[in-house]
Every structure is written in structure tokens, then in C-alpha cells.
């Protein structure tokens, strides 16, 4: 098993002492990211759904790559694993309080 970064659980970028330049820039990548990841995807209730194919994945299949209907456009490399994904994009969010 390869070492992995480790990361403290309540780390959080504004415990970093980021500059508001830094932080609007991480907001960005934040909003940003979210956007990309709803023109690709759909969240309903417990399932994700390809915005392009309409194939549909259940949260408790998340390490799973997701499987696409044939002929979609939505695959390669960044769709694979929706959830994943999203789990990234809001571990970036601000804390509470913060
Ligand atoms: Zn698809």
C-alpha cells in the first residue's frame, strides 16, 4: 500500500491563515467545480445521474466506476466516479463559523 498524504480531519483552508485573495481564489475553484460537476451530473435523492446519458448510480455504489449507456459522451477519465467527486468539491467547503 503506497503512503498517502495525510491530512488532520478538521483541517480546513481558513485555518491556513489565507490571504482573502487566496480564499476568493479557493471560493472560485469551489463554485467552479460545482458547476462543471452539475453539467455532468444530477443528484436524485440517493442516485447520481449522467446529465447525458441518464444512467443512474446509487450512493452506496460509489467506488464503483460508473457505468454509462453506450454512446455517451460524458466518459473518460472525470467520469468515472461522480461521487468521489463531489465528495472533493465539499470537502472544500468553508466551516461553519469561519
Ligand atoms: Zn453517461
Known sequence: MPARHQITPNYRMDDLGLSAKERNAARYRLEDGLEAWGQRW??????????????????????LPFSHADGCANTGEFAQHPWRDLAQLLEQLPKVGG
Not at 42 to 63: D, F, I, N, W
Open 42 to 63: 444530477e443528484l436524485l435523492g440517493h442516485t447520481v445521474r449522467c446529465q447525458h446519458c441518464h444512467a443512474m448510480q446509487r450512493a452506496s455504489k460509489a467506488p
